[in-house]
């Protein structure tokens, strides 16, 4: 409808009808809802963010945590890349991808991408170690995720790699196989926040990488699609 009175007139009768017809039910009272605060999260910068996380116990993992593990890197980056969760070593050292799959992902960076480290930025979906790194669960993802999203805000990276399938399933709110999802790049659109929404690569994860070499091959496929996509405008 083009014409804002007529739609304004139209909502009107709406809602009249939806008085007329509770009254008849019987209802003598309207209940009228406010609207859900925003999330302070949607406000906040980097650095705040990072406090906040360094400080949450909005879900059980905080626990058995010794340090929050929110990410690091360059807060301009163009290129982000997303893991699952913190392992023991990041749990131990406060910084994401520094174990043997992380100094995988750096030889992926550094000699493969030919980037440093420091010009892009890693996080993970989880900031906390989830217990014998078990898998994360549903909830806790739930919980957690607004962290990821206002960072990715912040960031605007041009291109994320979703590394590994719990990763790809969060960032494209997807039930897909990472199988299926890698080798092609897919809008990210858990946030209405862009001018232009974020890519999204999914490809193995470094810790899959070191269990099955083989797969190296399509990471590096994946990997030059991401190296193109980079290099337009
Ligand atoms: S995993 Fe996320 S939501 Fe849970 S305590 Fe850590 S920072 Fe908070």
Known sequence: MDNPIE???????????????QLEFGLSEIEIKESEPQTKLAD??????DADAKSCTKCGLHEGRTNVVFGVGNPNAELMFVGEAPGADEDLQGE????????????????????????????????????????????EVETCSPYLIRQ?????????????????KTLL???TNISALRGQLHPFTLSDNFEKPPRVMPTYHPAY????????RDVWE??????EYLSTD
């Open 173 to 175: 709110n997807t039930t």
């Open 222 to 227: 994946d990997i030059k699609i991401v190296l």
């Open 96 to 139: 994401p991808f520094v174990g043997r799959a992380g100094k995988l992902l750096t030889k992926i960076i550094e000699d493969g991408m030919k980037l440093k480290r420091d010009d892009v930025y890693i996080a993970n979906v989880l900031k906390c170690r989830p217990p014998g790194n078990r898998n994360p669960v549903p909830d």
């Open 152 to 168: 990715i805000e912040l960031i605007k990276p041009k291109v994320m790699v979703a590394l590994g399938s719990f990763a790809a």
């Open 44 to 49: 906040v910068d980097l650095a705040t963010l």
């Open 209 to 216: 990488l070191l269990r099955n070499p083989n797969a190296k």
């Open 7 to 21: 739609e304004y007139l139209q909502l009107v009768t709406l809602v009249r009808e939806h008085v007329v017809e």
